[in-house]
């Protein structure tokens, strides 16, 4: 699986755009056939910062991924949206197949 998490920095003036280019980009990428996740959320520590966690099933998926029109969209319009350079961390783990249950934390029961 390929793993990836983006911190985007976005300008305050540009909030209403990003929320816009976000939600169509979610909608896209989540139906591409090789995605298993994709979500954006906002940082509670850095105003107006937006985390991305995505994975792909492999690294197949993550080249088809990038030859997608709506990447091309996004990755044009967000230099007019970011504040600064996003930051990532892409990591290639053929191990991993997903989410799996946490161990230190289950739903208390009455």
């Known amino acids: 699986m ?21 939600r ?8 591409e056939p090789g995605n298993v996740f994709f979500e954006f959320s ?15 099933r492999d690294s197949a998926a993550g080249a088809a991924h990038m030859q997608q029109p709506h990447v091309e969209r996004f ?7 970011v504040s600064a350079q996003p930051q990532i961390i892409y990591v290639d783990a053929e191990e991993v197949t997903g989410f799996g249950p946490m161990g230190e934390i289950q739903p208390r029961t009455s």
């Open 75 to 81: 990755m044009n319009e967000m230099p007019d949206i």
């Open 24 to 31: 169509f980009y979610v909608e896209a990428v989540t139906a």
């Open 2 to 22: 390929i793993l990836i998490t983006v911190k985007f920095p976005i300008r305050e003036d540009k909030l209403a755009q990003w929320r816009e280019l976000s």
């Open 42 to 56: 906002e940082s509670v520590d850095e105003p107006n910062t937006f985390v991305c966690i995505e994975g792909f």
